[in-house]
Each structure stands twice: as C-alpha cells, then as structure tokens.
C-alpha cells in the first residue's frame, strides 16, 4: 500500500511567487494534517483536515497560505505570496483514528529566495 | 496549552546497551504519548503509542513507560544497533480539548556506535 504521496519533492522559487505544494493521504485516512518543519520551530502544525472538513486552521502563519481538501484523496497547500521565511520543509501526513499514529509523507523541501 | 521538553543534547552509545529516551510534558496529563522516529531528509514514523492509564509499552526491542507523577515519558530502545540512529520525537495532543491536534517536541538525536 503507497503511504503519503507529496509533490513536488523540492521547490525553489523567488520571492513573490506563488508556491502549490500537493499531497495524496493514504486511501481510508479520514484526518489529513500539513506541517511545516525548521530548526528554529521544530515541527508545527498548520492545519488539519477530518473528513475533508478543516477543523482548526490556527497554526496557518498569516493570510498568504490557504489549504484546501476538495476530496477525500487530494490536498492543496499554497502561498501566494511567497517570502525567504517560508523557507522549511512542509509535511502532509494522514491518519484513521484517534489517538492513533500520524503516518507522514516524504515533505517538500521549498527554498524561496 | 500543552509543553514539552526533550534533551536537545544528542544522545551517543555503544552498540547493544540500552538507550533511554525522556520526554517531559508541563502541562495537564496529556490522555497518551506517541513517540516518532525521523531520518534525515524524510517524514517522522510512528512507532507507539501509550496512554495515560498504561503504565508501560513494548514493541520489538522498543519500550515506552508513562509516569503521570514526574510528567514524563521514557523510550527505551534495548541491544542497540547503528541502524537505529535517527532523531526520536515524542508528541501528544496540544489542547485538553482536542485530541487531533498534536504538537511534538524538538526531538532527541540518538547516535548507536558499532
């Protein structure tokens, strides 16, 4: 069984640019959660989905990043505009229960210089 | 809001001992701890569970105990291999209110010598 799918798995783009990154749960997984990892920040959460529903959208940094779900095996985070500081490495993970474990994809590395 | 703390020190053994682990949350008794292990360059992997009215856990070579007393979590990996170097993140939910949302320490750096 594929895990976490994410695309692309490395973006650099310059600042201004819009950023899409994508993300395919693992098929049955009804809890879809984007991350953003850096070494200052650790790991933290921006956003979960239940159900292709989002639920709490707190830790999305400001409005330039918007995530969408329109289907049980499809999500979108993107950031228009971009800047240097959103320079990280983005997860998406997946789960079916809860508490159950998160099973998280491979990230998407994204430079924005 | 939930706190926790892990030794950002890494933490350096022998092939075969035990390695232990600690995770330390500020807070409320969390309900459960999850412990993650990440490679560089990849996504963290799940590897267990533990909620507060167990008192231990084992998977493989893999222990978990949780002391609601001391606030704290410990892994155990017992007879240690280089393999199992990576970074150990331990995380449970951020809000007593929520038990989707999880917020995860900054990890422990574990490094198994041959």
């Known amino acids: 069984d594929a895990g976490v799918i994410q695309s692309p798995r490395h973006e650099v783009t310059e600042m201004g640019q819009e950023v899409t990154l994508r993300c395919k749960p693992i098929?049955?997984?009804?809890?879809l959660f984007w991350y953003r990892q850096t070494m200052m920040r650790g790991l933290e959460l921006l956003i979960y989905?239940?159900?292709?529903?989002?639920?709490?959208d707190s830790g999305m940094p400001e409005d330039r990043f918007s995530a969408k779900m329109p289907n049980a095996s499809f999500s979108t985070l993107k950031i228009q505009p971009s800047e240097p500081r959103d320079s990280a490495v983005y997860f998406c993970a997946s789960s079916l229960e809860h508490p159950g474990g998160q099973y998280f994809g491979p990230g998407t590395r994204l430079t924005v210089t | 809001s939930q706190k926790i703390e892990q030794n950002s020190e890494a933490l350096n053994i022998q092939e075969g001992k035990t390695a232990t682990l600690t995770c330390n949350y500020t807070n409320y008794s969390p309900a459960y701890l999850q412990w993650y292990r990440q490679d560089p360059g990849r996504g963290p992997v799940f590897l267990l569970l533990?909620?507060?009215?167990?008192k231990e856990k084992r998977k493989e070579r893999l222990k978990v105990t949780f002391d609601t007393t001391l606030k704290q979590s410990l892994f155990h990996i017992t007879a240690s291999q280089p393999a199992d170097s990576a970074t150990y993140l331990c995380a449970t939910r951020a809000r007593m209110d929520s038990s989707y949302k999880l917020i995860f320490g900054s990890g422990t750096r574990l490094l198994v010598r041959p």
């Open positions: 533990i909620r507060e009215n167990e």
């Open positions: 098929s049955g997984h009804n809890s």
């Open positions: 989905f239940n159900n292709n529903v989002p639920i709490d």
